[in-house]
């Protein structure tokens, strides 16, 4: 007998950032696993258009319903109509019906930090994870960070939480650049105040002339609103520069054209970016704050997040030792090296196993 998974595909519908890459992700990598025990199916509104993976099968339906009551209405009564044994909700949110659920929490910010979110978001997530925090199969998230806030903020009991750390696709190789042009360090955030970019534009403005002369700052997936939102001024000069939205097929090339790669970030579930940064050689410095240094290893230098002058210091740290950023790129190699989406695939798997035997056994 084979276990029939039904996978939440809401989120297909919505721009690629972190979350949206880790499903994606995910789902391709366990259709290439081909295992026996598993048949797939992706639930999606026929108004998306997306592709399925190969391994993978897709069901439509509910074209006339909003994406919220899609997963909430529709979606319960596909999970019995098609058969399936578990659900599987990958970004955060699933139908609160749903009982024979594994639901992935990538990290536990809109009850850790709510004030950093929309009244209606913070609302909607908290009211969510009430319910589905103790009523699903299991709570899958990405690093021990993570499962700790999680538990220790009341959404889920340690006994039904796993952690499943996330992967580098392949497509994250060094790459070689023809027109490097003009020296860059290189940061991603985006809407979000917890990726702090306003003590990065302070640490930069305090960079000794010597390192940052030449040299751009670059703040990939920003904008102009992100930052007024934040209260910032953000600075006109001709060294910082906010691309907006990148596009993933672009990343690889702008990761490998970089002097280095910044990650001041305040609050992570697991922090993918600096992976992606060391898979394609560049030197990465991050906060040592939450999972990051779970993740990074040995493989990145530390910063104190709220501190502008320790931002500016693990910069000029960096961009001033060529040893020291030779031994950052080979580290980071291996270490990004260890994160595949096959392992993550193969770890979750074993969480559907286990909630399928309990399914069979009547729990």
């Keep these: 007998m084979r276990c029939r998974i039904l996978i939440n595909g809401r989120f297909l519908g919505q721009p690629i950032a972190g979350v949206q890459r880790y499903g994606r992700e995910m789902i391709a990598a366990l259709g290439r696993r081909s295992d026996p025990r598993f048949d797939f199916v992706l639930a999606l509104q026929p108004s998306v258009d997306a592709p399925v993976p190969e391994g993978v099968s897709a069901m439509r339906g509910g074209h006339l319903l909003p994406r919220i009551l ?209 898979a394609c050689g560049c030197p990465v410095i991050v906060s040592e704050v939450g999972p990051l240094p779970e993740v990074c290893g040995r493989a990145a230098a530390y910063i104190d997040p709220v501190d502008a002058g320790s931002i500016a210091d693990g910069i000029t740290r960096v961009m001033g030792d060529a040893k020291l950023r030779e031994s950052l790129v080979g580290e980071g190699h291996r270490r990004a090296s260890r994160f595949t989406w096959e392992r993550a695939a193969e770890a979750l798997l074993q969480v559907f196993e286990e909630c399928w035997v309990e399914a069979r056994a009547g729990h």
């Excluded at 044994?85 to 699933?94: A, F, R």
Aim: hydrophobic fraction near 40%; charged fraction near 20%; glycine fraction near 12%.
């Design 70 to 278: 899609w997963e909430q209405l529709w979606l319960p009564g596909a999970f019995g109509r098609a058969g399936c044994d578990i659900l599987w909700s990958p970004c955060n949110i699933g139908p609160v019906r749903v009982t024979r659920q594994v639901l992935t929490i990538h990290d536990a910010s809109p009850v850790a930090h709510g004030e950093w979110f929309s009244p209606h978001f913070r609302w909607s997530y908290r009211w969510v994870w009430r319910r589905l925090g103790h009523r699903v199969m299991r709570i899958v998230t990405d690093s021990a960070f993570s499962r700790d806030e999680l538990t220790r903020h009341g959404v889920v009991t340690s006994d039904r939480i796993r952690v499943v750390p996330g992967g580098v696709s392949p497509a994250f190789r060094p790459i070689s650049v023809r027109e490097r042009g003009r020296g860059y360090v290189l940061a991603l955030a985006s809407r979000d105040p917890r990726k702090n970019i306003g003590r990065l534009l302070e640490a930069w403005a305090m960079m000794p002339s010597e390192i940052r002369g030449g040299r751009e700052l670059i703040v990939a997936g920003g904008s102009y609103g992100c930052f007024a939102s934040e209260g910032l001024r953000v600075p006109t000069g001709h060294d910082v520069r906010f691309l907006g939205y990148v596009a993933d097929e672009d990343l690889p090339a702008l990761y490998s054209g970089a002097d280095a790669f910044v990650f001041p970030s305040l609050y992570e579930g697991f922090g993918l970016p600096p992976l992606e940064a060391m």
